[in-house]
């Protein structure tokens, strides 16, 4: 079935549910002015003629009462309730499995060099060339015909004001051809790119809520900034940090991490996520395998950890297991070297096939997003092409290129690989579905 058809089959589903909930609403309405003539015409009768002054603001507020009892479900608006819910049960199961067919059309519809834009995660500076942007204005929505890219994310230097980042993000989408992901670092604490830049109220740092041993804190957390983050139009967080702090020492996690137990960080990690997706906002978990126990710090320069796995099944994979569990929408894979899990191979987790798809895929059975940590991070940069690292990435199991350090080498990277059967097509296509499966479901 193609989207045409697609379309004009849910907008009929939608009118005629409307039809009957109008109906519905009709009749309810039918019924109270009825009722209301009938109570008057008997108090008339009874009285000799015109009711008096306090009859009528009696009869006032019984039709009141009728239309709050309709919206609160009596016996007319519990039968709108159930027939709607039945129907709404019955479109989802369609368009759940219409769904697949219209992602499997849609992209059998699309150029190569359309799906491999929808892997990039990027910068709107990246996009467009700018020096900061600001504002989403013709240039915009140049980029995103020739880039369709698949998302794209904000920082301090993208915020001036409310209005403005309003309008800029709400300008972006409307350009795209594709679903967009409009994503930021909203973590809480130190990194609360719109908090900060807005002066709305920071949630702290996630040490402090794990500290606290409330998992209901971490759910408000996240219920919070997933509703200021909607507001002003974004729809991805990349949050919560899954970290276990195994090494207190650790400074490039430190206090961002629910704490240094397994079990609390599980819990915090679980209802973080839920906060988020509950409130419209999908969550990615970071940074697989787990950054808390390592020396060095992947922005400058290598970052390696030397647990074994036994070690990081144990406590670093459990908050990642349990955010999964929760639902998570997105993982973030690290560029952290771990020998421990492949055998001696130094290769960063982000381009390293043994940890994308033999532990996270294979072992704790994720099958949503898999993003890269940003790939302008020196532990990539330092040692590999944008083009290389990129092509790496995607053939070892990841979904989505976050930030290459350069973006048009790093696509057209790509697309030399697929046409001279580096990637095969198919791995783009596995990819691009379930990017799109996030997308239309939220």
Same mark, same amino acid.
């Given at each position: 079935m193609d989207r045409r058809e697609f379309r004009k089959r849910r907008r009929r589903r939608a009118q005629i549910l409307s039809y009957i909930t109008a109906a519905l609403l009709l009749a309810g309405l039918l019924s109270g002015v009825i009722f209301a003539v009938r109570?008057?015409?008997? &108090?008339?009768?009874?009285?000799?003629?015109?009711?008096?002054?306090?009859?009528?603001?009696?009869?006032?507020?019984? #039709?009141?009462?009728?239309?709050?009892?309709?919206?609160?479900?009596?016996?007319?608006?519990?039968?709108?309730? /159930?027939? #709607?819910?039945?129907?709404? #049960?019955?479109?989802?199961?369609?368009?759940?499995?219409?769904?697949e067919e219209e992602l499997d059309a849609s992209i059998e519809a699309m150029s190569l060099e359309e799906k491999v834009a929808g892997l990039f995660f990027i910068t709107p500076e990246q996009l467009?060339?700018? #020096?900061?942007?600001?504002?989403?204005?013709?240039?915009? +929505?140049? /980029?995103?015909?020739?880039?369709?890219?698949?998302?794209?994310?904000?920082?301090?230097?993208?915020? &001036?004001?409310?209005s403005q980042l309003k309008e800029m993000l709400e300008n972006t989408a409307s350009y795209s051809k594709y679903p967009l992901f409009l994503g930021v670092d909203e973590e809480g604490g130190r990194?609360?790119?719109?908090?900060?830049?807005?002066?709305?109220?920071?949630?702290?740092?996630?040490?402090?809520?794990?500290?606290?041993?409330?998992?209901?804190?971490?759910?408000?957390?996240?219920?919070?900034?997933?509703?200021?983050?909607q507001e002003y139009g974004f729809n991805l967080d990349f949050a919560p940090v899954a970290d276990v702090l195994t090494d207190p020492d650790n400074t490039a996690i430190a206090d961002r991490s629910f704490g240094s137990d397994p079990q609390i960080v599980s819990q915090m990690v679980a209802a973080a996520v839920q906060g988020f997706q509950k409130n419209g906002v999908s969550s990615c978990l970071k940074h697989f395998p787990g950054h808390g126990n390592t020396a060095g710090d992947s922005h400058d320069g290598r970052a390696e950890t030397?647990?074994?796995?036994?070690?990081?099944?144990?406590?670093?994979?459990?908050?990642?297991?349990?955010g999964i569990e929760a639902g998570a929408d997105m993982v973030m894979v690290g560029h952290i070297s771990a020998p421990g899990l492949t055998d001696g191979d130094q290769l960063p987790?982000?381009?390293?096939?043994?940890?994308?798809?033999? @532990?996270? &895929?294979?072992?704790?059975?994720?099958?949503?997003?898999?993003?890269?940590?940003?790939?302008?991070?020196?532990?990539?940069?330092?040692?590999?092409? /944008?083009?290389?690292?990129?092509? +790496?990435?995607?053939?070892?199991?990841?979904?989505? @290129?976050?930030?290459?350090?350069?973006?048009?080498?790093?696509?057209?990277?790509?697309?030399?690989?697929?046409?001279?059967?580096?990637?095969?097509?198919? &791995? @783009?296509?596995?990819?691009?579905?379930?990017?799109? +499966?996030?997308?239309?479901? +939220?």
């Open positions: 109570s008057i015409s008997g &108090r008339a009768s009874e009285s000799g003629g015109i009711p008096t002054e306090a009859e009528s603001q009696e009869e006032t507020d019984l #039709e009141k009462g009728q239309e709050t009892r309709s919206e609160r479900g009596d016996a007319d608006g519990q039968t709108e309730t /159930a027939l #709607e819910e039945s129907l709404t #049960e019955e479109g989802e199961a369609q368009l759940s499995v219409m769904t467009t060339g700018v #020096e900061t942007a600001v504002q989403a204005g013709e240039s915009t +929505r140049e /980029a995103l015909q020739r880039f369709p890219v698949g998302g794209l994310v904000y920082f301090a230097q993208n915020i &001036r004001s409310a990194v609360a790119r719109v908090a900060d830049g807005l002066g709305l109220e920071n949630v702290g740092p996630m040490a402090q809520i794990g500290a606290s041993g409330d998992a209901d804190a971490a759910y408000s957390a996240a219920a919070g900034i997933a509703s200021y983050l030397d647990r074994s796995l036994e070690e990081m099944q144990a406590a670093e994979f459990l908050p990642f297991a349990a987790a982000s381009m390293n096939e043994k940890i994308i798809t033999g @532990i996270l &895929r294979d072992q704790l059975g994720y099958d949503g997003i898999v993003i890269t940590d940003a790939m302008n991070m020196s532990a990539v940069t330092q040692y590999y092409t /944008a083009e290389e690292a990129a092509v +790496r990435a995607l053939n070892a199991g990841a979904d989505m @290129i976050l930030m290459p350090e350069d973006f048009t080498a790093a696509y057209e990277g790509v697309i030399a690989a697929v046409q001279n059967g580096t990637i095969d097509e198919k &791995r @783009i296509d596995d990819s691009l579905k379930r990017v799109f +499966r996030v997308k239309y479901r +939220r």
